[in-house]
């Protein structure tokens, strides 16, 4: 388990680094910062997802978890999202220090 979440913590890490890049040039195309939101990559990698999971979260749930909560989320650079979460699951996958207890 602690493998998959080092594996997947790579793979978050290695998107986050691919989009950081792509807002890098394009702040340096247009001489000021650009942040591009999750929203915007997701609409223009797959559009039809992102409509299915909007009306199946809204059909799920209250449609104001839509518009609030994942409204919020999609908002935030794609680049630091998938930073967060990948240094979410490189702590969880972490290796942990055998520690040895003698008691007498």
């Known amino acids: 388990m602690l493998a998959f979440f080092r594996f997947l913590a ?5 998107i986050a680094v691919i989009a950081a890049v792509s807002d890098g040039t394009r702040s340096v195309a247009a001489g000021a910062l650009v942040s591009t939101p999750l929203a915007e990559h997701w609409s223009k990698i797959a559009p039809g997802l992102l409509a299915a999971t909007q009306n199946a979260v809204s059909r799920a749930t ?3 978890v839509w518009e609030l909560g994942m409204g919020k989320v999609l908002l935030v650079p794609t680049w630091a999202l998938f930073a967060v979460l990948g240094l979410l699951f490189a702590f969880a996958g ?4 055998r520690i040895n207890v003698f008691v007498n």
């Open 10 to 14: 790579g793979v978050l890490l290695l």
């Open 62 to 64: 209250h449609p104001l």
């Open 94 to 97: 972490r290796r942990r220090r």
